[in-house]
């Protein structure tokens, strides 16, 4: 340096300066940089976890006896107690005693909850058809003892498919024998239903300790 005359210095002063210049440029733009895209991919991270969030919804349409019935909006994965307590929770009268609070919901499901005076009118009915139904099955239980006692086939009551049942007697004789009945009334005796075309004695020796009137 003590060779090099003032204008020299001045020059290697100048260069100095503008590396130092470009050095720091370069750093601080650099920094900039990153700092810009940081903020950039938090916003876009924030806007997708938003969206995410929204994808997530679900709609639900609740109904009777809860406070505001209607159309809710729940995160994925709600169960029915949600359900309820976003409808404004459940009526006095409700009968959540058989309603799974914790089934997991789906997009679009309707979920009504019940009064007590529903659930109350909903087993009468049950009872009554219950009632009905044993009714049927006992008249059903008496036609068939009719039809068939202690094992053996009353003639005048049996379908053709039981007189079919009898050794000896076909389908075709066994519409004979209701033809019988129809024309001339009920059997007084087994034995006449020898008359029947197509039943002769030795037939008759096949079915006698099977039939009754």
């Not at 409700?94 to 919901?105: E, P, R, S, V, Y």
């Amino acid at each position: 340096m003590k060779n090099l005359n003032q204008k020299q210095k001045k020059i290697i002063l100048i260069i100095i300066l503008v590396i130092a210049l470009i050095t720091y440029y370069y750093l601080y733009t650099k920094n900039n940089t990153e700092e810009i895209n940081n903020e950039n991919l938090e916003i876009t991270n924030n806007e997708t976890q938003e969206e995410s969030k929204e994808e997530e919804k679900i709609v639900v349409h609740i109904t009777g006896a809860v406070n505001k019935e209607g159309i809710v909006e729940l995160q994925e994965g709600a169960r029915i107690a949600d359900a309820i307590e976003k409808a404004g929770g459940a009526k006095e009268n409700a009968d959540i005693k058989n309603i799974n609070l914790a089934t997991i919901l789906e997009d679009g499901m309707k979920v009504h909850i019940p009064t007590i005076e529903e659930t109350q009118a909903n087993n009468e009915n049950i009872n009554v058809e219950d009632n009905a139904s044993s009714q049927i099955a006992t008249e059903t239980t008496n036609i068939t003892s009719n039809t068939k006692t202690q094992g053996k086939i009353n003639i005048n009551t049996a379908t053709q498919g039981e007189l079919d049942t009898l050794p000896g007697i076909g389908p075709s004789t066994a519409a004979k024998i209701i033809d019988y009945r129809k024309e001339n009334g009920k059997f007084k005796s087994i034995e006449e239903i020898k008359e029947v075309s197509g039943i002769g004695d030795a037939k008759y020796e096949k079915i006698k300790e099977l039939i009754i009137i």
